[in-house]
């Protein structure tokens, strides 16, 4: 058995490295085994599966919660949050650090998405930051980890499609990732506060624009609450439904989806441009996830049909009677996997090997949502692959590659120090889901 789980896993490294989508590779790897290793026949079910998964009121969170982000980032909405963010923090050391940090931790809590973050509010807060004195290599690498927050805090992307492969509550997982994507954010507003003290830079820098408006400080109060208070709103109407029970996950999304078009008609900022990108954006990435999603459930189809997640998940038992050691093997393929694949392509891929592993071994499903999603996380920064360093070298003119990956690596640190601390108090995952 564990010798079949080795081809399939060299078959799909073989697949991927060729070029071919994820999608597409692991459902032509899926409907080869049920063809080659079980029955044709089998094949007529996959049709009712992926059609009542992807129709399900479940998967319709995933475009909900990507035009709520989609709404706020295609109107500036989020560029006016970090402005005045960073202006209100002005008299702080490393103001821009901390503001760019902050930002986009409320930018991932109506987000969902990590290079979406990361381009949101990295656009804005990285020339802020250089422009101030910052090293570079310290403003790419914070953005790069501050955008991965966006599949940590709720609503995560992430967390949604964990919860359908695993059938486990996703409003259960979304709660689970606040106080960890809390604690991470001050890590990293730490370290960079750290590293300030070691290589003083500037604080923000005021422009005659700013002076103006700051001579009349009821004009300049106004400006910063619409900025701020309609998206702090908005995040505690979403969460609030959720937590208490009023609304379940996908009338949660839909919620935020209608709130955050209201917000931006308050501001003023609904434009045909804005209109447009919104509509194409959610089109194409809800699409793109989609179309994953299908590919993950051909391919988990097969290896339950074939009983491989069952014996595999006995033979792990059978070598290693320590169950912190099959985790700390589990996290290390992740880890690797995170070099080349998103995150929901690393989820599609192992949660059917190794969910029914883990849990067998006692593991709690919320708790290992948490640290898987936090694996990702650091794929999402490490080279080769790792698109938020693309996304914010892309987006941000005048940063090189080389800059974002150097600054990247010390948030890898981090980040592997938080899956740690997780580890060891796992109430910090756990705790708000049992307080539901």
Avoid at 136 to 153: D, E, F, N, S, V
Avoid at 204 to 232: C, F, Q
Avoid at 301 to 315: D, I, K, V
Wanted: with cysteine.
């Amino acid at each position: 058995m564990l010798g079949m789980t080795a081809i399939m896993f060299l078959v799909l490294i073989l697949i991927l490295f060729l070029g071919t989508p994820i999608s597409l590779g692991i459902g032509f790897l899926g409907m080869s085994g049920i063809l080659i290793f079980l029955s044709p026949d089998l094949l007529n079910q996959l049709s009712l599966i992926t059609f009542s998964q992807t129709t399900s009121v479940t998967t319709l969170m995933i475009p909900l919660f990507v035009m709520m982000a989609e709404w706020l980032s295609n109107s500036g909405v989020a560029a006016d949050m970090f402005d005045t963010i960073a202006r209100r923090l002005h008299r702080l050391p490393g103001n821009l650090a901390i503001a760019s940090v902050v930002a986009s931790t409320i930018f991932s809590a109506v987000c969902g998405s990590a290079p979406a973050t990361a381009a949101t509010v990295g656009t804005i807060s990285i020339p802020s930051m250089k422009k101030a004195g910052y090293d570079g290599k310290l403003a790419a690498g914070l953005q790069a980890a501050g955008g991965c927050l966006g599949i940590l805090i709720p609503p995560s992307i992430t967390f949604i499609m964990y919860g359908i492969i695993t059938e486990t509550s996703i409003a259960e997982l979304f709660m689970a990732g606040i106080i960890p994507g809390v604690m991470m954010a001050l890590l990293l507003i730490i370290y960079a506060l750290v590293q300030l003290k070691l290589h003083p830079a500037s604080n923000i820098v005021v422009t005659e624009e700013d002076k103006v408006r700051m001579e009349d400080k009821k004009a300049m109060l106004r400006h910063d609450i619409a900025s701020i208070v309609p998206i702090m709103v908005l995040i505690i109407i979403v969460l609030g439904c959720l937590y208490t029970g009023i609304a379940t996950a996908t009338e949660s999304a839909a919620i935020g989806a209608v709130g955050a078009l209201i917000l931006v008609i308050g501001r003023k900022r609904l434009t045909k441009a804005c209109i447009k990108m919104t509509m194409l954006n959610t089109t194409k990435n809800s699409c793109m996830i989609l179309f994953m999603m299908i590919g993950g459930l051909v391919f988990s189809f097969f290896l339950t049909a074939y009983g491989l997640p069952q014996e595999l998940a006995t033979t792990m038992l059978t070598i290693s009677p320590n169950k912190w050691v099959t985790f700390a093997a589990v996290m290390v393929v992740m880890l690797i996997l995170g070099c080349f694949l998103e995150p929901v392509g690393i989820l599609m891929i192992t949660m059917p090997f190794v969910f029914p592993t883990l849990t067998a071994m006692g593991f709690d499903p919320i708790w290992l949502g948490v640290e898987c999603t936090i694996a990702c996380m650091v794929g999402m920064i490490t080279p080769p692959v790792g698109m938020n360093l693309f996304v914010l070298k892309g987006c941000v003119p005048g940063l090189d590659l080389a800059t974002v990956i150097k600054g990247a690596i010390p948030m890898c640190i981090l980040m592997l120090v938080s899956l740690i601390i997780i580890a060891v108090f796992p109430a910090i995952a756990t705790f708000l889901p049992a307080s539901m």
